[in-house]
């Protein structure tokens, strides 16, 4: 657990922002992932809300050499193993069950869970999981609530995804509890149906220039 933890630190630690992806279409899964690597953002969640996910996992990874691809919206523990079968960096999940906590616990892909109020934390921090997702932020008190963690549960670091954008990213990089934030900013539906890559690594650009405290 401790070495899994470790190795999701130093992926988190890659850049401020995590894209969250939901790609229809696997022919754009590569150029749009080109787009933000480029754009200076490497680690990629690819959520597996479509039917198209695990093939664009497995299109991004043979073919954008320096993209780190992680799976989203894993929800339980068949996903988790699809997530490990498709040699995924991470997974990460907007909760947290006892199955998908029991089936992390045999599976080498670092989990990433999620947590909303203290004693959901606690209760990951006691199955050993100092990184967690805190979702939907936004929704659930924002960069404030976060804020007000550090002192009682100060061995937490999260990842706060749900509602994050380009204006209040920097509010959650500056806690030293905040190790990196997840969005969908950079890839809105329009620019990835448009085709707009440029556009996107433009707005990644801006994104990966903000700065991490933790
Ligand atoms: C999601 O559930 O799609 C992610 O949390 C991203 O949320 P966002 O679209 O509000 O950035």
Partial sequence: MQERQKGLAAVLQQAPVVP???????ADAVPLAKALVEGGLPVLEITLRTRAAPDCIRAIKAEVKNAIVGSGT??????????AELGCAFAVSPGATPALLAAAQSIATPLLPASRSPSETMMLLEQGYALQKFFPAEQSGGAPYLAALISPLPQVRFCPTGGITADNAASYLKLTNVITVGGSWMAPKT???GQDWAGITRLAASASHLEQAA
């Fill in 20 to 26: 969250v992806l939901v790609i229809e279409n696997v």
């Fill in 74 to 83: 894993v929800l339980d523990a068949a996903s988790l193993k699809l997530s």
């Fill in 191 to 193: 620019m990835i149906a």
